[in-house]
């Protein structure tokens, strides 16, 4: 079983910044993938942004240039740095996890969530 564990979310004005975490703990074998995805009241779930284990990062075009995505691979450790925030970004941002187990089965695992919310 892998757990994730995310924290970071919150309520700032349009323009502000928040950074998010997501910390995997568990019996972790293989990381392909790690990312965030969000979704917002009446909206399907998207991918925000995403990060392989070789460092290949991957943005929604709604955020290129406002938010990036980095990782520490020793700690299986992914954040979110969001800045310039506006109002549609407000949604409940979930961390995902995807990887190999050492059968050599994949597995995908999602956190809680944690609510961004951006007043104007």
């Known amino acids: 079983q892998v757990q994730l564990l995310e924290s970071g979310g919150g309520l700032v004005q349009a323009g502000g910044s928040l950074r998010l975490s997501c910390a995997a703990s568990?019996?972790?074998?293989?990381?392909?993938?790690m990312g965030w995805y969000r979704q917002a009241p009446g909206k399907q779930r998207e991918l925000v942004a995403g990060?392989?284990?070789?460092?290949?990062?991957n943005y929604a075009d709604s955020v290129k240039g406002r938010f990036t995505i980095s990782r520490e691979n020793r700690q299986n450790t992914v954040y979110l740095q969001m800045n310039s925030l506006k109002p549609e970004d407000t949604a409940v941002y979930y961390c995902n996890l995807d990887g190999t187990a050492y059968s050599g089965s994949p597995y995908d695992y999602w956190g809680q969530g944690t609510q961004v919310t951006v007043s104007s």
């Open positions: 568990g019996t972790i074998f293989s990381i392909n993938f």
């Open positions: 990060i392989t284990t070789g460092g290949i990062t």
